[in-house]
């Protein structure tokens, strides 16, 4: 069998063994070019996979992810870019001159994309002072959302509002308030009548506090008590008592809806007024 397909192969005219050749070559190249971006991807996932069972710190791990997609991202580039040089060797082009003329081209593109590097620098001293990573929710400028893909030149933030995916030049970046760094805190101001007696509130709200810790999903994100700071303002119909938990980043949401709640239980039971703005129509006919 293998000395009749090579006679068959033998009696091709030269060009048509050429083009099959071509296409085998084109064919394996391709190949190699799925299996190890599929082998970087399953590498990297599985390494990062053994390190965040390692890591204790929720901080750790998302600048982990980050430092991952940064370099993934970067050796895919580098493996497509030895693909088209493949391909074109294959073709029969002299790829010698093309890499010298593309380090020229690449030094006059460097020297001329003035913003370009202004984003890459600027990329770089973001990350490696670990301001942002991927997943947290951040304010960069008057747009706010969840951090979904940091490279050097771009970041990419998903709003939280609309939904709409941002795409940010690093350079730009003047001011990043970043709400997921380390800790968290949420804030509550809770407002009652003046009627009420001040220090019953604020042991209503200790043991509501207490209520809210009995939950072991809270208590995971709770950091520690409760700080109240007593009666913040004097309002046109009600009194203000602030106060505020900490909490592990992105936890304040979580803790805020829930603690909210149980207030309002418990200043129920406790007969403690909620005042509302409310409307009254008198009619004088």
């Known amino acids: 069998m293998e000395e009749f397909l090579t006679l068959e192969f033998a009696q091709l005219k030269p060009e048509y063994v050429k083009i099959i050749v071509f296409i085998l070559s084109l064919i394996k190249c391709t190949f190699l070019l799925a299996i190890s971006v599929k082998l970087l991807r399953v590498i990297s996932n599985k390494l990062v996979n053994k390190i965040k069972v390692k890591i204790d710190s929720t901080e750790r791990v998302q600048q982990l992810i980050t430092l991952k997609v940064i370099i993934v991202h970067a050796l895919e580039v580098f493996i497509v870019g030895v693909y088209l040089i493949s391909i074109l060797f294959l073709i ?11 380090g020229v081209l690449g030094v006059a593109i460097g020297f001329g ?7 890459v620098i600027s990329g770089i001293i973001i990350l490696l002072e670990g301001q942002i990573r991927v997943g947290d929710y951040v304010e960069i400028g008057d747009m706010k959302g969840v951090v979904e893909k940091i490279t050097l030149p771009l970041i990419t933030v998903r709003t939280i509002d609309t939904g709409a995916l941002c795409f940010i030049r690093c350079g730009y970046v003047d001011t990043i308030v970043n709400h997921t760094m380390h800790y968290s805190y949420s804030f509550f101001s809770f407002d009652v009548a003046y009627e009420t007696n001040i220090d019953h509130a604020i042991n209503v709200i200790k043991k509501s506090f207490n209520i809210l810790l009995d939950n072991e999903e809270y208590k995971k994100i709770i950091l520690s008590d409760i700080e109240i700071f007593g009666l913040d303002e004097f309002k046109d119909s009600s009194l203000s008592i602030k106060c505020r938990v900490k909490t592990q980043p992105k936890g304040q949401w979580i803790i805020r809806r829930a603690f909210n709640k149980i207030i309002k239980e418990q200043f129920e039971i406790e007969n403690i007024e909620i005042p509302f703005n409310q409307l009254v129509v008198t009619n004088k006919a």
Do not use: H
Not at 92 to 102: K, S, Y
């Open 113 to 119: 994309s003035k913003k370009l590097v202004e984003d």
């Open 92 to 102: 029969g082009i002299d790829v010698r001159p093309l890499l010298a003329t593309a």
